[in-house]
């Protein structure tokens, strides 16, 4: 600890009495300063011990004293070193009592001690302090390190903990507390995500202090322009240099591992392309050998694949396929544009899904692909779980139910499958992009492929190239009926939806079957196609549906 006015009194070769303010002497001494000005406040910093002779000053004057002792107080002097045998025999009363009066600790000095002899014993507490913080702070750094190489991050944080007499925590990439020590601060620290999502925000490296029931700094961790992880930090009162030390040194260890990590998942990521291409290749076996342990039992139990895209690609990829269907097709109308201030949807999902995974110990496959992001995750898990939260927040923000989740700005289409085993994995690929395709056509974040085969297949004629085809399909029977010469498209509906029953389809018209036997007729001769051809009435009835809706 630094020196004390304690420290010096006790000091045997200085030799120093107190005369005044015997119950503050427990203060820290920061500097000692010898000046003989009148008013040496202006050149104080604080926490010095001021050395005088009284040189300039009348020291028997009550009042002068009063003003005097009073302004080094106010200037966070901690204590008056008084040399006597120079200009005083003795110390003044006058003195004694200004400082008895404003409590400002007084030391009578001998003659035979020196003022530089007290300016070294105070340098020399001084730096061996430093000196003890510096030793203290790299055995620390041994102790972390050892923590950190033994048992990781947990190991390091308990270290870290009991090194500052405080906890300390560690948040991943969506602010959720990854591990705490002691096991009673996860709760403290779980109640931080707020501070530690504000933090995020701001570029790497960056901390805060929040107050509370006790003080807590945190840290941002990661070398990039996006932080990765976050460090908490509670202890009772500031800290130390010390535990300073310690800090940066848990700091600087985090930041490293999670920096390490970088080419290690680029390398898992490839690997996982590999075992990806050759499960949906239908090698299943191929791929556990190449996987390994890497995945755990995500290759033998039931999982879910997960395809994802940004808006703006699945919008220029709808304007594309619309192109190639008719051209005058037009791009969706559900895309609804967000402002992009990330620029980074998928990786956004990549670390939500992840995240999720590693805090329930699931293992799961993430593979970027391009303008997409192919995700295995246990089917039931807390990875599709977080996917799936993550899209209806998407939703509510693309609805302005509240704002969207931080740092992602540009929307996501996700498709997701119906639960498959590796056998299966190139199936449930198809699944989960016909279960995409859905999503960008009805403007909405997440799409299960199990919605599609529950539902009707109508709503998935809300296509502007199914619009156009059923116009054209229909066109010249509308033409046909707008100069009131009979009624076919209600006669072609009523026959349809009775399954080609003339008395059941003419009885819901109101006329004879032969007059709808004429109009049928006349709708094949118009549209050059027989009704005897099921593909040629399915084709129809789709076209009537397709209409309807659109009116509707």
Not at 52 to 69: K, N
Not at 167 to 181: F, I, K, T
């Amino acid at each position: 600890m630094p020196p004390t006015l304690a420290s010096l009194v006790h000091h045997s070769a200085l030799k120093l009495t107190v005369r005044a303010g015997e119950d503050r002497l427990d203060v820290p001494v920061r500097w000692a300063h010898v000046s003989e000005l009148a008013d040496p406040v202006p050149y104080m910093e604080g926490g010095e011990l001021l050395l005088i002779t009284a040189l300039t000053l009348d020291a028997e004057d009550p009042d002068a004293m009063r003003r005097y002792v009073k302004r080094l107080a106010g200037a966070g002097v901690v204590g008056l070193g008084f040399a006597v045998g120079v200009n005083y025999e003795e110390t003044p009363e006058a003195l004694v009592d200004a400082a008895e009066e404003e409590g400002l600790p007084l030391l009578e000095v001998p003659r035979r001690t020196p003022f530089l002899a007290i300016s070294k014993a105070v340098s020399a507490a001084i730096a061996a302090d430093q000196y003890r913080a510096v030793t203290a702070g790299f055995a620390a750094q041994r102790e972390l390190t050892k923590q950190a190489l033994s048992d990781g991050p947990q190991g390091l944080l308990a270290a870290l903990a009991g090194q500052v007499d405080g906890w300390a925590a560690l948040y991943d990439a969506s602010g959720a507390v990854v591990a705490a020590a002691p096991e009673w601060a996860g709760r403290r620290a779980g109640r931080l995500t707020p501070d530690v999502e504000r933090l995020r925000e701001r570029p790497a490296p960056a901390s805060s202090v929040v107050g509370g029931e006790d003080r807590v700094e945190l840290h941002s961790l990661g070398a990039g322009r996006r932080p990765r992880a976050a460090l908490a930090v509670g202890t009772a009162a500031a800290l130390g240099t010390a535990e300073r030390y310690a800090v940066h040194s848990a700091i600087a260890l985090l930041t490293l591992t999670t920096e390490r990590s970088r080419p290690l998942h680029a390398a898992e990521q490839r690997i996982g392309a590999a075992v990806l291409r050759m499960l949906l290749a239908g090698q299943p076996e191929h791929a556990r050998t190449v996987a390994g342990d890497l995945y755990g039992e995500l290759l033998d139990a039931p999982f879910r694949l997960i395809l994802a895209e940004s808006a703006s690609a699945s919008a220029a990829r709808a304007h594309a396929d619309g192109h190639a269907r008719i051209a005058a097709a037009k791009p969706s109308k559900a895309q609804v544009a967000v402002p992009d201030t990330n620029g980074d949807p998928l990786g956004g999902l990549a670390e939500i899904v992840e995240s999720a995974a590693a805090r329930s110990g699931e293992s799961v496959l993430v593979v970027p692909d391009g303008e997409r992001l192919v995700v295995l995750a246990v089917d039931g898990g807390a990875a599709v779980a977080a996917c799936g939260e993550y899209a209806l927040a998407l939703d509510a923000a693309r609805n302005g139910a509240r704002e969207q989740p931080a740092g992602e700005d540009d929307e996501l289409v996700v498709g997701l499958s119906a639960p498959a085993g590796p056998i299966a994995a190139a199936a449930a690929y198809k699944q989960a992009e016909q279960a995409l395709s859905v999503a960008r056509r009805r403007g909405r974040s997440l799409v299960e492929h199990e919605e599609l085969a529950a539902g009707s297949v109508l709503p998935l004629l809300a296509d502007d190239a199914v619009r156009a085809f059923a116009d054209g399909l229909l066109r010249a029977l509308y033409e046909h009926d707008a100069t009131g010469r009979g009624d076919l498209v209600a006669s072609l509906r009523a026959w349809l939806s009775r399954h080609g029953q003339w008395d059941a389809a003419a009885a819901d018209l109101g006329v004879h079957r032969h007059t709808l036997r004429y109009r049928m007729r006349r709708v094949e001769e118009i549209l050059g196609r027989s009704l005897d051809d099921p593909d040629v009435r399915m084709e129809l009835w789709l076209a009537l549906k397709t209409t309807a809706a659109a009116t509707e």
